[in-house]
């Protein structure tokens, strides 16, 4: 092995610059300002280089076209541009907001974050993410912006995108058990997709979130989540690595779909050092509230782009962050005509003093905080904070920082299957002894409904059926899947199938009229009530209060129009909507009915009929109904007299 390595640095030493046909050195050399970004603590550092950029661009993509570029290393005795290192220069064709440059460069370091996350489960071959930076050549006019990301000689191939496309030329399995393996460690919060570059050494990925609303257009949320995996059979590294398979329906496993292409062909084999994802622990099983809830939103700080009319200080600015979402934003272009670059550590050439840095709030000069807290760790205060330049490793960081982030993912982990999802929602409704809210929503759930919605519009290109038609059966498959992680939308959709009912989302899709459907109907109608939905309240009090498709059973009923008076219905502005459907005086005075009448489990209460009916009367005239609400204090009046 130390032959090996020998023989490689030799022939590394005595290695031609592919560029030196190019002439590099005869450039001028113009003074940068480069700024690079710390995924783990949010922070910008800047330094200055001596770059020799060609002036024609090489190469050009949809959106941006690159230079050729050399950077002498601040460790060179003297100015041999015949050593310096290769760079390639990026820009975007049309004229973008600085912003744009700083956001591309977050969202590639924090996907290199996870490809370091990934690393360290030993999968069969390991991924990195190319060290990409801003350099702004002050001395040129208008001080533009470029990438900068080192050069390396290979073939550019794009493995999958951000809308589930893969490349049939190089079936790869490695890219393809990263981005399942982001899903998962991120607890369902994010996937990393738009996988290309030379071998394992990507570049230019992109980022979906489940809210959809970071790294820019091209972060398409639980839709492009669920674009991802229609093409994404799990294989023998997401085994090998402990990630769990996503459900697919049949007719989606079978031969010849695009989940099933990518295992065939491929040549990754597993050599049985992989390390589980292993999920929560069984401590974090019983603390659900914290473990499986909302994301902890704490107050972090972030540095922005740097301001550059101050001095080009980055300024502070107060975040909610979750601990896995980051503001920023990516871009979906697309190199095609050169050979991009990757660094397998960081800029192992350049380590200058840091100018400017403000991380997680603090001052590094005596840590004082920003906002007059203590600085929450998870080390003990004995382990003081060293200065770590960036040479030391693939992203800047210290030890205590990295222990961090890995015991987060830890505890946010979850796996991609519905049983597990059923399970965990189950045990955390348990524990917290109510309904989960709607903040604690199943992004799981969410993506089988999207599946769902691209079968029946036509997104998935069904191959196997006739042109117009899609495949029935799968979306139903995976609308039913939305159900059982408690996804509103779904059970809706399906009481109204199950009951005959009209209804929006795979409106052809009909069933018997039978009792077994009637029943699973009622079912679905119930779970939806139980999540919160008004509607579907007052329709199951109604067919607990009549008989239909259900035993009669007044108490209930009664407390189903109880829950649905004191729930309220917004518009679509998000304000009271006073027009609704079943307004509360309605149900006010039909509790009061069936407490005068008594019978079917509810015991007869004039006297409760009686104060019903007075609310009804008070809610009639707040909705300006005056001969109702004169009608209901009459019925009040009856109802008290026959208690006495």
Known sequence: AILKWKRAARQALHMEDPWAMFHLERFKAERVRRYRYNALNKAWLEDEALVKMAPDPFGRGAMRECFRMKKLSSFAPAQNWA???NYVAKRYLEPVDRNTYFDDVRLQMDAKLWAEEFNRH???????????????????PGSPLYHMEHFIEGSYIKYN?????????????????????TFERSGHELLVVDIQGVGDLYTDPQ?????GSDYGDGNL??????????????????AGLGLTPFDLAPSEKLVGTPASAIAQGAKTRLRGHEELCVGMSEYERSHLAEAFGPPRHRIRTYSSPPDFSNEHLPPVLQQQDSGFRSLSSGSEDTMEDYSHDLELGSDSEDTETLQHQITNGYLPANGQHLNGGERPSAVPARLKRRQRYDSESST?????????FQRLVAQRARPSSVLDEVQLRQLARQQLGRPLHESQRSILGQIHLEMAKCHENGRFGDTMHPEGKYDQQAAAFHLEQAARCGVLEALLVLSKVHLGLPHDLLEDWTLPETDENASKGVEYLEQAARAGDRGSMIALAKALDSGSHKQRNWEEAVMWYNLAVTTTENDEGGEYDGCMDDPPYLLLARQAELYLEGGHGLEKDPATAGELYQEAAAAATAAMKGRLANKYYQLAEEAQQEAC
């Open 83 to 85: 050593h310096a290192f």
């Open 207 to 211: 980022i979906h979130t489940a809210h």
């Open 221 to 238: 949320g639980v839709r492009g989540m669920a674009l991802f995996f229609r093409s994404h059979m799990c294989n023998c590294v997401c």
């Open 161 to 181: 995108s951000n809308s589930g496309f893969i490349s049939s030329q190089a079936t790869r399995l490695t890219p393809q058990a990263f981005s399942h393996f």
């Open 396 to 404: 800047i960081g210290d030890e205590h920082e990295r222990a961090e």
């Open 122 to 140: 030993n999968p069969p071959k390991k991924v990195d993410i190319f060290q990409v930076s801003i350099i702004e050549f002050v001395e040129r």
